[in-house]
Structures are given as C-alpha cells and as structure tokens.
C-alpha cells in the first residue's frame, strides 16, 4: 500500500507569489498516476491535475503539476485571491488508492 | 454538466448500517466510468471507500472491505454506499464522485458531500 506524505503542511504566502507543494510517494507511483485537489472549506475537491501533469477541464495554467516515480511537485505561478486553500495529491496507481494529507496554503 | 448528489440519513446508531444514495444528472452511468464513494472525517483527510462500475464490478478499500456493499441501478442513475456496523470512528462527510479514468481514480466531478454522524 503507497502512503503519500505533503510538505510544507502549511504555506504561508501572499497574493502574486509562487507556490511550491511537494508530495513525496512511499514506493514508485505507477505511470505517474498522481492527481492533484484542491479543497476550499465546506466544498468537495476539485480536481486540478492528473496524470501528474495534465490539467483538468477550466484549470487555469498558472497550476502546473510535474514529477515521476516517488517525488511530484504542484506549482501556482502566481497565487490569486481564490488560490487559498488546502491541496491534496493522489496516487491511483495501486490499490488502494490513497490521498496525502494535505497542504495548507493561507495568506501571509 | 455532470451533477451528483448524495442523499441518507444525517444521522446513525451505533452499530447500525449507514446507508447513502448518489443521484447522477447530466450523464448515464451505462456510458461508462467507474463511481466512487470517498469519505473526510470533520477536520481531517480524504479516505477512498470503494468504486462501482456499470456492471455492477466493485473495489473497495481492504480496510473497509468487510463492512462495504457498494452497488449500481442503472435505471435510476444511482449508485448506493452501504457501510455496516459503524461505530463514532465513521463519522465524516460522504463524497460521491465519478472516477475519469478507474476505479482509484482521479475523480473528476464530485457531489457537494453530506455530513454522517455516528451517535447514539
């Protein structure tokens, strides 16, 4: 079973900077099988990325996923107003699927 | 525009059998994509239950397996969760969702959640 572990737990930025989150597999995710949410406060998750690097439908392209094996990586070129909140990556490589628990991303 | 919705009781005794339907609009479930059921205890993080797909084939997670029926009805657009024997630790907003590409995922469209709570 692949844990999935996400650093910084918290983020703390301002509107404009960049934003680097890491999420960090116990063993080799699959064909990069990795997604990334992001979850606003009393909302389901919506998704961001998948396949570690496609956006999803309407993603804007300041997120951008990359990475392979065990080390992917999410990125907000330029955080906006909207951007805060708590993201969470994903691995559907092997079952059972799991979530990493989460990075926080508030304003500075 | 794919919507679900999840529906059931907000509330469940212990040891009782919680039970949630997943309505789906905007697209037949007998056109393919596996449906899911992931679950967020209040203040903390995702956890996959289990997926159904439109054969009625089913995964769920080992560590719920035991307690878990999942199943699909086709002729309502529905899939159901059926998760027995809960105790205080199963207390959490209930997500159902469409898997875009399997069964584990990503999931692409979700419903807004509903809060389950386990008390006597």
């Known amino acids: 079973e692949i844990v999935l572990t996400q650093s910084p737990g918290t983020l703390s930025l301002s509107p404009g900077e960049r934003a680097t989150l890491s999420c960090r597999a116990s063993q080799s995710v699959s064909s990069s099988d990795l997604a990334w949410y992001q979850q606003k406060p009393g909302q389901a998750p919506r998704l961001l990325i998948y396949?570690?690097?496609n956006r999803a439908t309407d993603i804007p392209d300041r997120f951008s996923g990359s990475g392979s094996g065990t080390d992917f990586t999410l990125t907000i070129s330029r955080l906006e107003p909207e951007d805060f909140a708590v993201y969470y990556c994903q691995q559907y490589g092997s079952s059972p699927p799991a979530f990493g628990p989460g990075t926080k991303v508030d304003i500075k | 525009q794919v919507q679900l919705q999840e529906s059931g009781p907000g509330l469940v005794k212990p040891s009782e059998t919680l039970s949630l339907t997943c309505s789906v609009s905007g697209y037949s479930i007998t056109s393919g994509h596996y449906w899911g059921w992931i679950r967020q205890p209040p203040g903390k993080g995702l956890e996959w239950i289990g997926s159904v797909y439109r054969s009625g084939n089913t995964y769920s997670n080992p560590s719920l397996k035991s307690r878990v029926t999942i199943s699909v009805d086709t002729s309502k657009n529905q899939f159901s969760l059926k998760l027995s024997s809960v105790t205080a630790a199963d207390t959490a907003v209930f997500y159902c969702?469409?898997?875009?590409?399997?069964?584990?995922?990503?999931?692409?469209?979700w419903g807004q959640g509903t809060l389950v709570t386990v008390s006597s």
């Open positions: 969702a469409r898997g875009r590409g399997a069964a584990a995922g990503p999931f692409d469209f």
């Open positions: 396949d570690a690097s």
